[in-house]
């Protein structure tokens, strides 16, 4: 016998409810498998008011999965969004980046995936996420140009925390975060584990933009060390 609507979504509601805070603001949907199925049925039938902050890591999502739900009204009312550890690449970068519904973000956890270039640029390019203060694209690959796109964003202003750890970013990445007039409200910019030069780090150093940097966290031996 086949089941209903009804009976296929009821996973859905044993999950929110083992994993729907008291207040109602937070649901952990984390380490659940969430393919293409999983994302429809989230899309379509999830409506919880009030939600603020969404943890989806180690789902095993894909581009698909971000491009079926990312203009769900679910996301409507999101500040803090979990996405990290998943398998996510540039087109599911740009789902989240075109999505009309996450305007309320302010913190969104992509590390450890695979967001190459392309994902990054149309992150700087959206004015959907002008509210962003924290930007997490930490073990991706997004390189120089990615890099660059973000530095030069018009649009995340309100940026204070930007984590870039281990994305193949190097001199030409360098010199456009110590020459742009955007980001200015940035406090922490995190580029460990990068293929970061002598010289770069020189031009970050005296740059007058960056001066209002709290952290700069980098590895890069320099002449004084």
Request: some cysteine; glycine content about 4%.
């Amino acid at each position: 016998m086949a089941k209903n609507a009804t009976d296929d979504i009821t996973y859905i509601r044993r999950w929110i409810k083992k994993g729907l805070s008291k207040d109602g603001k937070t649901l952990d949907f984390s380490n659940k498998k969430i393919g293409e199925k999983e994302a429809i049925d989230f899309a379509e039938n999830i409506q919880l008011e009030g939600l603020e902050i969404l943890f989806l890591h180690n789902c095993q999502i894909k581009d698909i999965c971000l491009e079926e739900m990312a203009d769900s009204e679910f996301f409507s009312s999101i500040k803090e969004l979990w996405l990290f550890d998943n398998r996510i690449r540039n087109l599911g970068a740009e789902a989240i980046a075109e999505s009309s519904q996450l305007t309320k973000l302010k913190y969104l956890s992509l590390y450890t995936n695979k967001i190459g270039p392309e994902g990054a640029e149309a992150l700087a390019n959206s004015e959907n996420l002008s509210n962003l203060e924290v930007l997490d694209l930490s073990f991706n690959q997004i390189c120089d140009e990615g890099a660059i796109a973000l530095a030069n964003s018009p649009h995340l202003n309100k940026l204070k925390d930007l984590r870039l750890d281990s994305n193949k970013i190097g001199l030409a990445g360098m010199k456009a975060f110590a020459e742009t007039s955007q980001l200015k409200s940035l406090k922490k910019l995190h580029l460990t584990y990068n293929k970061l030069e002598p010289k770069g780090f020189e031009l970050m150093q005296d740059s007058k933009n960056l001066q209002r940097l709290e952290t700069l966290d980098i590895d890069i031996k320099t002449p004084n060390d």
